[in-house]
């Protein structure tokens, strides 16, 4: 479908040829349309444009099969009075969420900060249909600022999830929300960049590895979903980049497959495990290193340290290598590598790539649990 529509794209942007005239430079000397020849200008437009909607047809059918599973939340809070110690204001968080279905149950997927700090009782969410109900469980995880309800009632329909490592830039995308309060909006765009690290985020998300959209995304359209053009779940929107406080086609969203893992881990430990690798890395590796090193560019993450029988030492990982790929996705850089690691289930014996010498060497690591371990990586 993609591709259908890209076919109509040039038709919106033709280019003038040599010693070609502007239609409208050309339509001003021109005897105004006769009755029949407008008619037969309108019956060539309606026929063009059925065929355009014929195409456009799948935003709608995606719109359609999308809209049940999302969900607009609302979230009341105490929050300290700043000029009166003693005093609380009562506040509520608005945003969004979707509903899936993990292991035979239903539950509401979305942002940590849409419920954070909000007691159980006064999370409140609404379905599609009218209906309001409340969250049996609920679960958080700031560094991530992922969060999962659990819900139960009938009649619940749940999203399709896609695979977020396979989207590409430029790929189409549509969100689904309540921006401002106003319940199952949707806005169109694009994949405007994959791999958005080191944002400045208000609750300080540590692990961050985000779509870059320019669909429209606004205050509300947090944890509501990025959606493909298949009405697959590929993100959960979660920010904006902006001086205004409104959108100005800068969004950020968590890749649905990230999103799943930790809410699989909730579901089945009750807390987020995360996987640990043993190494100290390089947060100042520049392309200069890089270069001295014998890379073409600067890449990967440096390693300068290791954990004492950690499970980069068991795997003859050694200080002064530079890991290019983790599990067969190429490294880009350290905070990235943590990412990677922090997302593979414990225990998981992954390939990695180190660069040693001016040789790629290829190791298998068997990763290990972060708590069990303290001071790297």
Do not use: C
């Amino acid at each position: 479908m993609a591709a259908g529509l890209a076919a109509w794209l040039p038709l919106a942007s033709v280019s003038w040829g040599q010693g070609a005239v502007p239609d409208d430079a050309q339509e001003s000397n021109e005897e105004p349309l006769s009755r029949s020849q407008r008619d037969a200008l309108y019956a060539t437009l309606q026929t063009e444009v059925a065929e355009l909607e014929r195409h456009l047809n799948v935003l709608k059918k995606v719109v359609k099969l999308v809209s049940p599973t999302v969900v607009h939340i609302k979230a009341e809070k105490v929050e300290r009075s700043p000029s009166h110690r003693s005093s609380r204001d009562k506040i509520e968080e608005a945003g969004s969420g979707v509903v899936i279905e993990l292991k035979g149950n239903h539950y509401v997927l979305t942002n940590r900060h849409v419920i954070k700090d909000a007691r159980i009782q006064d999370i409140t969410i609404g379905l599609a249909d009218g209906r309001e109900i409340h969250p049996s469980k609920v679960w958080g995880d700031a560094d991530t600022d992922v969060a999962l309800l659990a819900v139960n009632a009938p009649k619940l329909v749940a999203a399709r999830l896609g695979d977020s490592s396979a989207v590409e830039i430029g790929e189409f995308v549509l969100a689904v929300g309540s921006p401002f309060g106003l319940s199952h909006s949707v806005t169109y765009g694009i994949i405007s960049a994959k791999g958005r690290r080191d944002l400045e985020l208000g609750d300080d998300v540590e692990l961050q590895d985000f779509l870059q959209t320019d669909a429209a995304i606004n205050p509300g359209n947090s944890g509501g979903p990025l959606i493909n053009l298949r009405g697959e779940v590929i993100g959960i929107n979660t920010a904006i980049a902006s001086n205004s406080g409104g959108n100005e086609g800068i969004g950020f969203s968590i890749p649905i497959k990230g999103a799943a893992h930790i809410a699989r881990q909730f579901i089945e430990r009750g807390h987020v495990v995360r996987a640990y690798l043993g190494v100290n890395l390089n947060v100042r590796f520049s392309t200069t290193m890089a270069v001295k090193l014998g890379l073409p560019r600067k890449q990967g993450a440096h390693v300068t340290g290791l954990t004492p029988r950690g499970p980069a030492e068991m795997a003859d990982v050694r200080i002064g290598d530079v890991v290019l790929r983790f599990n067969g996705v190429r490294v880009d850089n350290d905070t990235h590598l943590v990412y990677l690691v922090s997302h593979t289930e414990v225990g998981t014996e992954v390939p990695i790539d180190v660069f040693r010498d001016g040789q790629v060497l290829h190791l298998t690591v068997k990763v290990g649990n972060k708590g069990d371990y303290k001071g790297t990586r």
